[in-house]
Nanobody
Framework: QVQLVESGGGLVQAGGSLRLSCAAS????????MGWFRQAPGKEREFVAT???????TYSDSVKGRFTIARDNDNNTVYLQMNSLKPEDTGVYYC?????????????WGQGTQVTVSS
């Protein structure tokens, strides 16, 4: 059974930084794409970033240039480095991964970690 556990959220002032981590278990981590999503209060969950098993990265326009996704296959962990944070980045951040080795609609989700950016 695939399990994803996020950590690293918290309260930060606008302009600050946070690094989120997602520890994965239950299958061979290096064989699968990974992604981050977020959900702001009263809004639908939205895509943030993905990284393929070969390291190809994609970002939403709203975070491009400020956030960086990375993976550590030795430690079965995917990271989201968030810089120049804005109040509109506030939300619950989720790690996710599909059943397939390539990126597709996620089948597995973590429990989420709260990020709050104060103005």
């Amino acid at each position: 059974q695939v399990q994803l556990v996020e950590s690293g959220g918290g309260l930060v002032q606008a302009g600050g930084s946070l690094r989120l981590s997602c520890a994965a278990s239950g299958r061979t981590f290096s064989n699968y794409a990974m992604g981050w999503f977020r959900q702001a209060p009263g809004k639908e969950r939205e895509f943030v970033a993905t990284i393929t098993r070969s390291g190809l990265k994609t970002y939403s326009d709203s975070v491009k240039g400020r956030f960086t996704i990375a993976r550590d296959n030795d430690n079965n962990t995917v990271y989201l480095q968030m810089n120049s944070l804005k109040p509109e980045d506030t939300g619950v951040y989720y790690c996710a991964t599909p059943e397939t080795t390539f990126w597709s609609k996620p089948n597995y989700w973590g429990q989420g970690t709260q990020v709050t950016v104060s103005s």
